[in-house]
């Protein structure tokens, strides 16, 4: 792994200064987007690498699913 003269500043950036391809990151960018249509309820550690986690503090839902749905049943 080269050596970086600054820390990562996204998410993108740390998955490619780790070596991770497309396809074994979609899982972090599918956290990502959940998070930043739905927020949290409180904050939490995710794991993006082996050795990288991302902290996630808590965050309102600024996009709520419609009661109606499926997933506003949830």
């Known amino acids: 792994m080269p050596k970086l003269l600054t820390p990562p500043a996204t998410v993108f950036e740390i998955l490619r ?15 990502m987007i ?6 949290a ?8 690498a082996r050795e990288t986690k991302l902290v996630l503090p808590e965050r309102p839902q600024w996009l709520r699913p419609v009661v109606e749905t499926p997933l506003g049943e949830e």
């Open 34 to 39: 959940y998070y930043a249509i739905f927020g």
């Open 41 to 48: 309820n409180r904050a939490g550690r995710y794991a993006i």
């Open 17 to 31: 200064h780790q070596g991770i391809k497309p396809p074994q990151g979609l899982p972090v960018l599918a956290k």
